[in-house]
T-cell receptor, first 110, second 115 residues
Framework: LAKTTQPISMDSYEGQEVNITCSHN???????ITWYQQFPSQGPRFIIQ???TKVTNEVASLFIPADRKSSTLSLPRVSLSDTAVYYCLVVLSGNTPLVFGKGTRLSVIA | GAGVSQSPSNKVTEKGKDVELRCDPISGHTALYWYRQRLGQGLEFLIYFQGNSAPDKSGLPSDRFSAERTGESVSTLTIQRTQQEDSAVYLCASSLSSGKVYEQYFGPGTRLTVT
């Protein structure tokens, strides 16, 4: 399984765009890049998934360069409610256990 | 619709006692997963069910841990002779078994405290 590396923590002010970069140097051809969000005392929640280039949904954008060895989760105009831990995962298929690292703890400040 | 539910939400037990944790997945989700999360850590995979069978038990930390699933629905995780290091939040997730849907839906977890 490809290992991921991401910053332990980040701080941001409300209204700013936040970019969290994840490294996955040994990603395999069939792997997908997936991000989850976890609020305190809750289970993780799926945010976005991509294979290459750019994916956007109502919550975030995911940028993946051509070599796929890294990816960047972009959260536009964060609010206090975006304070959470964000996990970057590399997933082989829809039915494999997820491998979570420690994630990035994002703190949004008013 | 209803999400993944887990019970109890909190469990305090004495060292050496057995505990049972329950997970009710989303209806129609054939894949079910158990994870453990220690304080300040990421999630640790325990066991995965596809239907009633468990093709991957590689994450179970010891033979004190076991899990079963009946009728492609409810699953129970049993920890025998609990130890203090078993204290953690135990999370259950379910997902559809077909297609490129890599989204696992997590329950709120059971917080286990072993005293």
């Amino acid at each position: 399984l490809a290992k991921t590396t991401q910053p332990i923590s980040m701080d941001s002010y409300e209204g700013q765009e936040v970019n969290i970069t994840c490294s996955h140097n040994n990603i395999a051809t069939n792997d997908y890049i997936t991000w989850y969000q976890q609020f305190p005392s809750q289970g993780p929640r799926f945010i976005i998934q991509g294979y290459k280039t750019k994916v956007t949904n109502e919550v975030a954008s995911l940028f993946i360069p051509a070599d796929r060895k890294s990816s960047t989760l972009s959260l536009p105009r964060v609010s206090l409610s975006d304070t959470a831990v964000y996990y970057c995962l590399v997933v082989l298929s829809g039915n494999t256990p997820l491998v979570f690292g420690k994630g990035t703890r994002l703190s949004v400040i008013a | 619709g209803a999400g993944v539910s887990q019970s109890p939400s909190n469990k305090v037990t004495e060292k050496g006692k057995d505990v049972e944790l329950r997970c009710d997945p989303i209806s129609g989700h054939t894949a079910l997963y158990w994870y453990r999360q220690r304080l300040g850590q990421g999630l640790e995979f325990l066991i995965y069910f596809q239907g009633n069978s468990a093709p991957d038990k590689s994450g179970l930390p010891s033979d004190r841990f076991s899990a079963e699933r009946t009728g492609e629905s409810v699953s129970t995780l049993t920890i025998q002779r609990t130890q203090q290091e078993d204290s953690a939040v135990y999370l259950c997730a379910s997902s559809l078994s077909s297609g490129k849907v890599y989204e696992q839906y997590f329950g709120p977890g059971t917080r286990l405290t072993v005293t």
